[in-house]
């Protein structure tokens, strides 16, 4: 196969981080990414080049092109960090024994990105993928399912058979609410919207608070007492939050990732850390893929595929939509909410 | 030797805990303490009854007398819970080798208090004092420092050389600027009067900065870069705390004891938790004595006791104040603050 010189992508316009945090939303691309034209990326040793299939919309990426996210941005180049696609080269043996495969990768860091036609990541940053999986779960096969596997692993160690999950409509919220109930363990979910309730209880979740009702507080505490919950996985980091993980029982973790809400969080009880043992701290996935060990990184791949070629987890999609059109059709897309948004060359 | 049948104590006037928290300072000890009379404890199995030389006065115990400690107050029960004396009585065998020995002690939580003629204590909370040691030195031979070593222990498990440490003027601070140059790390000592700092350099802190410098910012942001503190030890826990934890480096942990200032923290940037790996905790000494081995507590009281006996660590007395006059003198002598007040029956 004869590799073109250029390729389209989502070329980022602008460097390093935003002055302010504003969160993931997202009204309009136009002051982050445009359409255009860029060379295609060259494999250096141990990369492979993908020929991408189709990519997906984390929040994690929102964040990132919007200058929020831990890493700086490259102006230059491609957004976008996960995807599936077709190894069509690559330096080093590893490399060598990719091509041709369709993996799931994630990149991104090194300036190449997923939100393009062509992407070169490292060798060890790709998964085959088994014919079974569709593109849809492929696509998304890293960051939210191994997240959710590594976070499910987080609840296991706390001892408790119980856990509480904010924001828990998302995608990760989702596959969460799966992965616990199959465990036999109750998924505590916190809601925006009651229409979203019963879905979430289909997926697993044993029981569902809604954010706005007035006896919030009251369910909660309840709760708090009955199944005694000791791990708060949380992605709005808001007063909520804070005040959600006061009044949960002693040794409970606040274990923050992400930061859906704007407003900062007081902590009203500093107390309860000393004399109730009680911690808050952050996670990050990167940080998960760089000190896990290699088998165990292994184990949790094969884990996350088994799951989705199963039928145990499943990828929901709302919108796929070209790469060509997403300026303007992608934050649309975002704001239907109840699934995945996928972008396809 | 006859016992009598009832003894003077200061005795807690409240049950439970306060409806709201204000920090350990006090005014007046009226609404909390009677100076009275009550029977002399009697010890249970694997107690012993000490007849109380001193008692010291530390911050846990006007929080505790104040309702703003870990554990509910019990009315009618003697206060206090920290002190040397001669053991004169006890059940079974470790009890009985005691009898007529001078102990550094710990109580307090079975009802039983050190500001008091007689204290009832576990036979295992009791350190046998050597011949060599003050007894000013015994009465606060355990909280802070005992306290001071294992939180020096967080320090070197931490992997840097240098810690910060707020409200550094306290007996525990100036235990902490010993023992860390002694052993070769920078204490970063935070404090709020200038006419502190040549005091606490001399005892070995190897930076001080002035809570009110209009440099403080500035001075505390050179400090991190050059010295790359890990650990931020903070009695305070205010939102001037919570902002020295956001100007520390990666994996930095923030680990509040106390809580000196009402004000409420916010965390301005939950995203250091997530990206730079941070963390919020508490520290507890009743904690640590729950979970350390025997042996560790052996080996850490003996440490202590070894560096107030070779003059490494000397208790500053301000004030010796007899039970009988407490409730007049106490919130004074506890006002000059810038040492240790004893109480003695």
Redesign the interface.
């Known amino acids: 196969m004869t590799l073109p010189a250029t390729m389209n992508a989502l070329i980022l316009k602008q460097d390093g981080f935003a002055p302010r ?1 504003e969160g993931a939303a997202i009204d309009t691309l136009e002051p982050y990414l445009d359409y255009g034209s860029m060379p295609v990326p060259k494999p250096g040793p141990g990369q492979v080049l993908v020929k991408v299939r189709m990519a997906s919309v984390n929040p994690s990426d929102l964040y990132f092109i919007k200058g ?4 700086p941005r490259v102006r230059g180049a491609a957004a976008g960090f996960e995807g599936v696609g077709d190894v069509v080269g690559g330096q080093g043996l590893y490399a060598h024994w990719l091509k041709g495969k369709r993996v799931a990768f994630v990149g991104g860091v090194s300036g190449s990105g997923a939100w393009a036609e062509y992407i070169v990541v490292p060798a060890a940053m790709c998964v085959v993928i088994r014919k079974a999986m569709r593109d849809e779960d492929a696509a998304g096969h890293v960051v939210n399912p191994v997240t959710a596997w590594t976070m499910f692993d987080i609840v296991k160690q706390s001892g408790a058979k119980s856990f509480i999950f904010t924001a828990a409509f998302s995608q990760l919220g989702k596959l969460m609410a799966g992965i616990a109930r199959d465990n036999g363990y109750a998924m505590i979910a916190i809601i925006r919207k009651q229409s979203q309730e019963a879905h979430l209880r289909e997926l697993g979740a044993a029981h569902v608070l809604i954010q706005s009702d007035p006896e919030f507080e009251a369910k909660l505490a309840a709760l708090c007492k009955s199944d005694k919950p000791r791990i708060l996985l949380d992605a709005v ?1 808001n007063q909520q939050a804070a005040d959600i993980f006061m009044a949960m029982p002693a040794r409970a973790r606040w274990i ?4 859906l809400d704007t407003e ?5 009880e ?15 996935l990167t ?1 998960w893929f760089k000190h896990a060990s290699i088998l165990e990184k292994l184990r949790t791949l094969r884990a996350v595929q088994n799951r989705f070629i199963s039928g145990a987890w499943k990828t929901e999609v709302v919108a796929i939509v070209k790469l060509a059109d997403a300026i303007q059709q992608l934050p649309g897309a975002l704001k239907r909410g109840d699934g995945k948004v996928m972008l396809v060359p």
Chains 1, 2 share one sequence.
């Open positions: 945090r929020e996210y831990g890493q980091a923050i990732y992400g930061k900062i969080p007081s902590i009203r500093t107390g309860q850390l000393i004399f109730m043992d009680k911690k808050i701290e952050g996670f990050w940080k």
